[in-house]
């Protein structure tokens, strides 16, 4: 069980081009999503979070208006780089949690970016 | 704020042979959990093993296990028999609850099984 799912698994376009990466828990209803963005050999930074029907809550330094998210029902939360540079190029990962704190986030197997 | 310190940068360990990866961290909280997650080549991130803070007993999960001192704040990942496909990236993470589940990330420790 706990099982997410993260489409595509990599992406390559080109410059000024706008990316979704979605994610979706199967088998578990996730009340809280995470998107995080992970570096060459390093930690993975959190985004943002995202619970159902409300607007993401975004960390400091991270640009709402470049990473959109959407978490439109209890199973899908959507990610969408606008206007793409090379810079936005990472490895971005999501991850979903059900409805009590002691559950632990499930991951989706990531999604490679890579802007030309 | 909280933080989570891994000091070992990289490991390695033969094959069928024990091997512990150190954590250490810093919450003010009392009430938090603490989990290990292997991320292999493929980039998956796995849950290993985690462990409530409220309870004493060591979590155990087959090959992996923990030592948890609460007052000293440590949180090390003992890996018994370790095999090839143990061979990964491993993040000591923790999350305080109340805080919308956000986990603090280590910086990880790279663990080579050989042979």
């Known amino acids: 069980g706990a099982v997410v799912s993260q489409h595509p698994s990599r992406v390559i376009c080109k410059s000024g081009t706008s990316v979704k990466i979605e994610c979706r828990s199967l088998d578990f209803q996730a009340t809280t999503m995470f998107w995080y963005r992970q570096f060459p050999k390093q930690s993975l930074m959190l985004m943002a979070t995202s619970n159902e029907g409300s607007k993401a809550t975004y960390e400091q330094g991270v640009e709402k208006d470049k990473f959109l998210i959407n978490h439109a029902s209890l199973t899908l939360s959507t990610l969408t780089v606008t206007s793409a540079h090379p810079e936005d190029s990472s490895f971005y990962i999501c991850?979903?949690?059900?409805?009590?704190?002691?559950?632990?986030?499930?991951f989706g197997d990531g999604t490679r970016l890579s802007i030309l | 704020a909280q933080t989570v310190t891994q000091s070992q940068p990289e490991m390695s360990v033969q094959e069928a042979e024990t091997v512990t990866l150190s954590c250490t961290y810093d919450?003010?909280?009392?009430?938090?959990?603490l989990f290990w997650y292997k991320q292999p080549p493929s980039r998956q991130m796995i849950l290993v093993i985690r462990q409530e803070a409220y309870k004493q007993q060591n979590a155990t999960e087959n090959r992996f296990s923990v030592n948890f001192q609460k007052a000293a704040k440590s949180f090390s990942l003992k890996i018994s028999d370790s095999q090839l496909g143990d061979t990964a990236m491993y993040f000591c993470?923790?999350?305080?609850?109340?805080?919308?589940?956000?986990?603090?990330f280590g910086t990880g420790t790279r663990l080579q099984v050989t042979l």
């Open positions: 919450t003010s909280e009392n009430n938090y959990y």
């Open positions: 991850s979903a949690r059900g409805g009590y704190d002691n559950q632990p986030q499930h």
């Open positions: 993470a923790l999350v305080n609850t109340g805080t919308a589940s956000k986990l603090t």
